[in-house]
Nanobody, 122 residues
Framework: QVQLGESGGGLVQAGGSLRLACAAS????????MAWFRQAPGKEREFVSS???????YYADSVKGRFTISRENAKNMVYLQMNSLKPEDTAVYSC????????????????WGQGTQVTVSS
């Protein structure tokens, strides 16, 4: 059973940067697709970015060119570098592991973290 824990969230001004980290324990994530999703108040959870076991990446159009996903299998870690943050990026960001289908769909993931709050002020 893999457990995921996110960190790195916080309050930042528009235009600023944050780096989120997802630490996995209880098993290796090296063969798993990993992803970040986010959910803003009153909105549905949405895909942000994913990275496959062979490092194939996907990004939501809304974050393309601003966010970068990466993974460090030796440390069982996944990261999300977020630059040029906008108020509309405010949400709880959650890490997910082990997709059994389309890595851009939340329902395909087996393991989830609790999430970390990102708030971008204007």
């Amino acid at each position: 059973q893999v457990q995921l824990g996110e960190s790195g969230g916080g309050l930042v001004q528009a235009g600023g940067s944050l780096r989120l980290a997802c630490a996995a324990s209880g098993g290796s994530i090296s063969t798993y697709s990993m992803a970040w999703f986010r959910q803003a108040p009153g909105k549905e959870r949405e895909f942000v970015s994913s990275i496959g076991s062979r490092y194939t990446t996907y990004y939501a159009d809304s974050v393309k060119g601003r966010f970068t996903i990466s993974r460090e299998n030796a440390k069982n870690m996944v990261y999300l570098q977020m630059n040029s943050l906008k108020p509309e990026d405010t949400a709880v960001y959650s890490c997910a592991a082990h997709s059994v289908g389309d890595p851009r769909r939340a329902t395909t993931y087996t393991y989830w973290g609790q999430g970390t709050q990102v708030t971008v002020s204007s």
